[in-house]
């Protein structure tokens, strides 16, 4: 088998989060000089094309870029450097770590986990096995939800900070709203967005949300305490822990004795939504390793979107908004179950930048509840 080592400028360009790895007291900050990472001597450790090869024979298919990620991680190395010098080996004293790392990475445990971070909205995220690994198409639910601040809320009212997002939001479901939900405003009496993050997981969402929205008060669920304790332990690194709120408990059942726990203007969740079928032929890296609860969404993946959507017009403003990511081939179904709620209006949809139906959108009806 031929091995394949991948371009300089792919690998230069790729995301790679290295540091909070596990053992990283045996590395150097990127960058930095440190002592011979590559080895001089006979007495030698990992190539880069040697991890590769492992790598790929285990079945890994992004084997290029895991290689230099791992590498890099364990040496200080910056990854670029492994795929000039493929077949020079790094010092044998950090041969142990790289052992360690690729077997983890062999048996198909994710990159993320291995080494303890990713890299979500521009922010280092801590990420465990109690949590979901924050995917690269949900930063298109940040971008829905901060378009919708723009031009719904007003973003001079709330100092929304300034960040390149695309200029075109959602497109209506429906060209021909009716009158009466067309251009209403939300009536909010509230100085300060209120925001809902459902399942919150290691906090992506909320975390994104908050730094973005320095008037924001966003609110952080998620029914495992692992979880809620990962998303914390993020928002105190990134400074923002006392702008995001995390609550223990399942959907809205925290707020349901939470002093003000209504009157939201924005409800957004990434919710469970694979359908319990198809768990199984998940890859392994998902599958053997991720929580199945944050994966589990019931026979069709949309039993939670059901769950909220019935649910969530009590818990926010009038004229305020829901926003769901959905997996692929359920928009539909998603835009169906809002049409039948008398809570919402007309759906919108916004698309990943694979050009997949990602989110659907729906401002709330009739008058505000509390």
Not at 26 to 36: D, E, T, V
Not at 47 to 58: H, K, N
Not at 150 to 161: A, D, H, N, P, T
Not at 289 to 294: D, K, S, V
Request: proline residues 7%.
């Amino acid at each position: 088998m031929k091995t394949r080592l991948m371009p300089l400028r792919e690998v230069r360009g790729a995301e790679c989060e290295v540091r909070g790895v596990e053992g990283a007291q045996h590395a150097r900050p990127i960058g930095q000089a440190a002592s011979s990472p590559f080895s001089a001597s006979g007495d030698a450790g990992f190539t880069y094309r040697q991890v590769v090869e492992r790598l790929e024979r285990a079945g890994v298919e992004s084997a290029s870029l895991d290689a230099a990620c791992l590498l890099e991680a364990a040496s200080g190395i910056p990854r670029w450097r492994f795929v000039l010098e493929s077949q020079r080996p790094i010092a044998h004293g950090r041969s142990d770590l790289v052992a360690s790392m690729l077997s983890r990475r062999e048996a198909r445990e994710p990159i993320a986990y291995i080494l303890g971070a990713k890299e979500f909205w521009s922010l280092s995220l801590a990420v465990s096995r109690d949590v979901l690994i924050p995917r690269p198409e949900t930063e298109t639910l940040v971008e829905a939800v901060l378009e919708k601040i723009r031009f719904e809320f007003g973003v001079s009212s709330f100092e929304l900070r300034k960040r390149r997002v695309g200029q075109s939001c959602c497109q209506p479901e429906t060209q021909n709203p009716k009158p009466e939900t067309a251009n209403p405003k939300p009536e909010t009496q509230n100085p300060k967005l209120r925001i809902l993050d459902l399942g919150t997981g290691c906090g992506a969402i909320a975390l994104a949300l908050a730094t973005e929205i320095p008037l924001g008060r966003v609110y952080a669920l998620d029914r495992s305490r692992a979880a809620l304790r990962m998303a914390s332990r993020n928002a105190t690194a990134l400074g923002l822990a006392g702008r995001v709120h995390f609550l223990a408990g399942d959907l809205f059942e925290p707020l349901r004795t939470a002093r003000g726990g209504g009157g939201f203007d924005l409800i957004v969740s990434n919710p469970p939504y694979i359908p319990s079928g198809a768990l199984a032929l998940l890859p392994p890296e998902i599958a053997a390793y991720e929580p199945l609860e944050a994966l589990d969404g019931g026979p069709d993946g949309l039993r939670f979107h059901r769950r909220i959507i019935e649910e969530a017009p009590g818990y926010l403003r009038a004229g305020a908004w829901l926003a769901l990511e959905v997996g692929d081939g359920q928009l539909s179904a998603a835009v169906e179950l809002l049409r039948k709620s008398d809570g919402f209006g007309p759906p919108e949809v916004k698309k990943d930048l694979a050009g997949h139906d990602r989110v659907v959108l729906a401002r709330r009806r009739g008058g505000a509840d509390g």
